[in-house]
Nanobody, 113 residues
Framework: QVQLVESGGGLVQAGGSLRLSCAAS????????VGWYRQAPGEQRELVAA???????NYLDSVKGRFTISRDNAKSTVYLQMNSLKPEDTAVYYC???????WGQGTQVTVSS
């Protein structure tokens, strides 16, 4: 339905930072809230952050104060700034337009101790 491309993952030391990006189709992006999800091995995929079309944000309790989600509607892009990373943040991260069904390929985030 829509194409999503995540980027920005990598390997970092605990306490480090990464910035993830997700590019989407302009028309659909502009009318939908956007979420970042993550899935660790053996775990369910979980919503970690979301932003509405009006800029309201919400976060998983374990990432509050460390992660910041933002959107640039002109660029049809959503970002996830991740600071003070912990080993338990290790997962594949995906973005999704919450009003639609499509997922991107994901980007791996690995945090070493």
């Amino acid at each position: 339905q829509v194409q999503l491309v995540e980027s920005g993952g990598g390997l970092v030391q605990a306490g480090g930072s990464l910035r993830l990006s997700c590019a989407a189709s302009r028309t659909l992006f502009s009318i939908s809230a956007v979420g970042w999800y993550r899935q660790a091995p053996g775990e369910q995929r979980e919503l970690v952050a979301a932003v509405t079309t009006g800029g309201y944000t919400n976060y998983l309790d374990s990432v509050k104060g460390r992660f910041t989600i933002s959107r640039d509607n002109a660029k049809s892009t959503v970002y996830l700034q991740m600071n003070s990373l912990k080993p338990e943040d290790t997962a594949v991260y995906y973005c999704k337009l919450l009003a639609f069904r499509s997922w991107g390929q994901g980007t791996q985030v690995t945090v070493s101790s």
